[in-house]
Every structure is written in structure tokens, then in C-alpha cells.
């Protein structure tokens, strides 16, 4: 089942560092940024992680809980989280079920090569469970103020 704005999610249910047990239920009431990135070590994806990281206190404020999820495993990630200082949590979704039901697994070339690999992308849930707003194959200068002024305007309306 895939993801459609302004409906529910479907149901799932992942793995995140510091034990963290995530699904389509687990934070109802909240509003939940999900941001999907290539791999943990890469330029981009550092870059992406600490803007978030950097941000973090603001979505707290606005009330929003983030995570960040790739196919990397969890020593991957816990690594990844300890040497950014990351203050939200990382899903591995090594089995790419999540990636797969919110579309962002993708044929790329790399080095001349064609290759499966994941479309950088963000995701927006409200606190009802619907996906509100999506991001795909997006650019990381900038996206994050977006993400966030994105989030003040769904506690805004609310």
C-alpha cells in the first residue's frame, strides 16, 4: 500500500536507535517528519542529518518528532547518530518496507552504472495519522526551514 496525501498511513512498524519501535500508530497525537536519505557517511546525507539536527529544537517546539530513515543497519546508525550528535532517532529500514510504501526507492546511475537506490524525501504526518505534505528527490540546501515552516503551518491551522 503506498502513501497518498491527505490520507492515513499505513500500517508498519520499524526499528530506530535507542530501542525506539516506530509504526503508523506509535506516535498518534503528534506530528511526525519522516526523512528518507541514501546512506549514513555520505556528504549529503551528513549535511541533511546535522540541518535537522541543527533545527531540532524548533520542531520540538512546534511539537513535531523526527526520524531519519535509510537501508543502513543500526550499528550503521548508531555510529552515524554518535558522531553527529543527532537528538532524534534513525530507522533502519534494511528490508526497505518502509521505503518501498512511501515510493522512494529508485533506478539511478552511479558511475555509469544503473543501481536501486533511495530518492532523498520528506514526509509530513499530522497528529491524525494522514500524510500532509511530501518532499521528493528534493535538493538539501533549504529544505529543512521548509520542513519546518511547513510544520508551524499544520499547528497553525490546527
Not at 96 to 101: A, D, L, Q, S
Not at 143 to 157: D, F, R
Request: glycine fraction near 8%; include cysteine; proline fraction near 3%.
Amino acid at each position: 500500500m503506498a502513501v497518498v496525501v491527505n490520507k492515513l498511513i499505513p500500517e508498519f512498524e520499524a526499528n530506530a536507535t535507542g530501542g525506539v519501535k516506530v509504526s503508523n500508530q506509535s506516535h498518534h497525537g503528534q506530528v511526525v517528519v519522516l526523512y528518507f536519505y541514501p546512506k549514513d557517511n555520505t556528504p549529503g546525507c551528513t549535511t541533511e542529518a546535522m540541518q535537522f539536527r541543527d533545527h531540532y529544537k524548533h520542531f520540538v517546539e512546534e511539537g513535531a518528532v523526527v526520524f531519519g530513515v535509510s537501508r543502513d543497519n543500526m550499528k550503521s546508525h548508531d555510529e552515524f547518530k554518535l558522531k553527529l550528535e543527532l537528538p532524534f532517532e534513525l530507522i533502519a529500514d534494511t528490508e526497505e518496507k518502509m521505503c518501498h510504501m512511501f515510493g522512494v526507492v529508485k533506478n539511478k546511475i552511479m558511475y555509469g552504472k544503473k543501481v536501486k537506490g533511495i530518492e532523498r524525501s520528506t514526509f509530513l504526518i499530522g497528529a491524525d495519522g494522514q500524510l500532509k505534505q511530501e518532499w521528493r528527490g528534493l535538493k538539501v540546501p533549504g529544505h529543512v526551514e521548509e520542513v519546518l515552516a511547513a510544520v508551524k503551518a499544520l499547528k497553525q491551522a490546527a
